[in-house]
């Protein structure tokens, strides 16, 4: 199966286009440094996903997948506390981090 029709790809997509959607209104001090990690830690979970399908040795990218992925919850964390990121967007986006994180760590499991 290609790494695009994966339903884990779809989402991980989606969180990227959010993560760029919700940036683009930082303040200035953060939108060239939160804001670019954010972006870049978003982009790095699409790129895992591409390797783990791609690889034999998928639990070790699928690992990778998920320290990334629970930095980027860090960072909207800290955007929520620092009043950059509103609780409407917050939900968006920790409902796709759940949904993706249940669909790795799944397909991890099942690679064991």
């Given at each position: ?12 997509y989606q ?11 930082f ?16 982009l790095q979970l699409?790129r ?19 320290d990334?992925?629970e930095l980027?919850k860090?960072?909207?964390r ?13 939900a968006v ?5 759940e ?6 760590i ?7």
């Amino acid at each position: 199966m290609l790494h695009t029709e994966l339903p884990v790809y779809r989402d991980t997509y989606q969180l990227i286009v959010k993560v760029f959607e919700y940036t683009k209104d930082f303040s200035k001090e953060y939108k060239y440094t939160l804001g670019q990690d954010m972006k870049r830690d978003a982009l790095q979970l699409i790129r895992s996903i591409y390797r783990a399908n791609k690889h034999q040795n998928r639990v070790e990218h699928l690992e990778i997948f998920l320290d990334e992925l629970e930095l980027l919850k860090l960072e909207i964390r800290l955007c929520v506390d620092m009043k950059l990121l509103p609780i409407k967007k917050q939900a968006v986006l920790s409902e796709l981090l759940e949904r993706i994180s249940k669909q790795v760590i799944g397909w991890r499991n099942s690679s064991r």
